[in-house]
């Protein structure tokens, strides 16, 4: 992390597995499809279980049964899998990024050019165990590592600046709301109180 004549530069690469946390964060959001993968999808499959085993020769079971295993295939390997094919896919998410935190916004640079993120864009900030996750819709969304920033204080310094953002009365203008997605994978590194070396690479 580096100080810039108008705000703070973080410089990081994006990783598959912050990607799929972050999507994983955002499917919460989307209360139909999330609980019809988490808990409908394994009732209707014991559902179905309990009727096979009662009546095998009903087909009904096992059609039960069928869209039971969808649900839940679809909420685990097959998003897994969707995560994962976006990512080899989009070579943008994995490019050098140099994020810029300023007073109106947030400015994302790489290879491709920049781009300007204002707070009044987002439409929800969402805290995973690895990333801050900054969510405009379904295809725009931003995700910005922990480990971008050099101590444990500069991520809780960020967490603080998102936190007030979103506690700012409104004046006219949209203002994202702030959460912690509690249910996303722990960490496998515990990030640390001393700085880090920058990643490597240069600024374009």
Do not use: H
Request: aromatic share 10%; net charge positive; proline share 6%.
């Amino acid at each position: 992390m580096s100080v810039c004549a108008s705000g703070v530069m973080l410089e990081f690469q994006g990783l598959a597995d912050e990607y799929l946390e972050a999507r994983r964060a955002v499917v919460r959001l989307r209360r139909l499809e999330y609980w019809m993968n988490r808990a409908w999808g394994p009732a209707v499959l014991l559902a179905g279980l309990v009727v096979i085993a009662r009546a095998p020769m009903e087909v009904i079971g096992y059609l039960v049964t069928a869209v039971g295993v969808a649900l839940v295939l679809n909420g685990t390997w097959w998003f897994r899998r969707r995560v994962r094919v976006e990512w080899r896919t989009t070579p943008s998410l994995a490019y050098r990024t140099w994020m810029e935190i300023r007073d109106a916004g947030l400015s994302f640079r790489t290879v491709d050019g920049e781009i300007d993120v204002p707070w009044s864009s987002l439409d929800q900030i969402i805290e995973t165990p690895r990333t801050f996750v900054l969510y405009r819709s379904p295809d725009d969304l931003r995700v910005v590592p922990k480990r971008a920033f050099a101590s444990r204080s500069d991520v809780a310094s960020f967490r603080a600046r998102l936190a007030a953002i979103c506690a700012e009365p409104s004046t006219g203008t949209q203002r994202p709301s702030f959460r912690f997605d509690v249910e996303a994978r722990p960490s496998r590194e515990p990030a640390n109180d001393t700085p880090k070396r920058r990643q490597g690479g240069t600024q374009p």
